[in-house]
């Protein structure tokens, strides 16, 4: 199903059930119910959206190169320039990469942050100082 730009996420085909006995798929996953591919956000000059159509006719905005943050200190939120991204809890090679996914430690101008939303699905990244 790779040339529909879908990407299987599901159980596996064998499963035991409680007793020990194989449990089967009754059917396989529908075209409809397919997931996308992970995008990975990576650390640019600039931030770029790239969108993409979605079931329905809607459009989905997917971030692809991060500069800026909005951050969201004590007096309010405020627009920041990442520096270099610190850690990653999801793989620590995204750090060594660069790229950014939810839970990440970046390094702004204002400090350390941690990254609040996912912004490969929401086309924009929101962070809290830390």
């Known amino acids: 199903m790779s040339q ?4 299987f996420h599901g159980k596996s085909g064998r499963k035991l059930n409680g007793s020990g006995k194989i449990k089967l798929k009754n059917r396989d996953k529908r075209r ?4 996308g591919y992970f995008v990975a956000t990576k650390l640019g000059q600039e931030n ?3 969108m993409v ?3 329905g006719g809607g459009v989905r905005s997917k971030l692809t ?3 800026l943050v909005n951050l969201q200190t004590k007096e309010g939120y405020k627009k920041a320039k990442i520096r270099t991204i610190l850690e990653s ?4 090679n995204f750090a060594r990469l660069n790229i950014i996914t ?3 430690v970046i390094d702004t101008e204002f ?5 609040t939303n996912r912004p490969g699905k929401e086309g924009c990244i929101n962070a809290r100082l830390t």
Do not use: P, Y
């Open 4 to 7: 529909f730009g879908s990407q």
């Open 32 to 35: 409809h119910e397919m997931g």
């Open 48 to 50: 770029q959206v790239k």
């Open 53 to 55: 159509r979605c079931r």
């Open 65 to 67: 190169h991060a500069g």
């Open 89 to 92: 809890k999801d793989n620590r």
């Open 102 to 104: 939810k839970g990440s």
């Open 111 to 115: 400090g350390k942050a941690v990254v």
